[in-house]
């Protein structure tokens, strides 16, 4: 089955950028939706970036919305997620995820079948 492996991830001050890689181990579908996701000690997952693979619509929670880009390269079975002005708010570890797309709930975790196991963002003041 599908496999995903997140790497990208590290220290940064505040206002600062990283890129976060996920590497899927088979090419991926146009029928799938890719998504990224947060999850801060002791809170849920929550969803900060997705993407429907195939007609390239992109989806962001308004926290994030005009500092993260999530961007697929098809041809090298990568997707990215690109964070600008990173806050406080940030940090925790970072997941990547795929699933069949559903139209319903982008941004929600019980929408993804496949797991990575993520990458920690820590964000210093």
């Known amino acids: 089955h599908l496999q995903l492996v997140e790497s990208g991830g590290g220290s940064v001050q505040a206002g600062g950028s990283l890129r976060l890689s996920c590497a899927a181990s088979?090419?991926?579908?146009?029928?799938?939706?890719m998504g990224w996701f947060r999850q801060a000690p002791g809170k849920e997952r929550e969803g900060v970036a997705a993407?429907?693979?195939?007609?390239?619509?992109?989806f962001y929670p308004d926290s994030v919305r005009g500092r993260f880009t999530i961007s697929p390269d098809r041809s090298k079975r990568t997707l990215y997620l690109q964070m600008n002005r990173l806050r406080t708010t940030n940090p925790g570890m970072y997941y990547c995820?795929?699933?069949?797309?559903?139209?319903?709930?982008?941004?929600?975790?019980?929408?993804?079948?496949?797991w990575g196991q993520g990458t920690q963002v820590t964000v210093s003041s």
């Open positions: 088979e090419y991926i579908s146009g029928n799938y939706q």
């Open positions: 995820a795929a699933g069949e797309t559903t139209y319903t709930s982008p941004l929600g975790v019980a929408t993804y079948h496949y």
């Open positions: 993407i429907y693979v195939g007609g390239g619509y992109t």
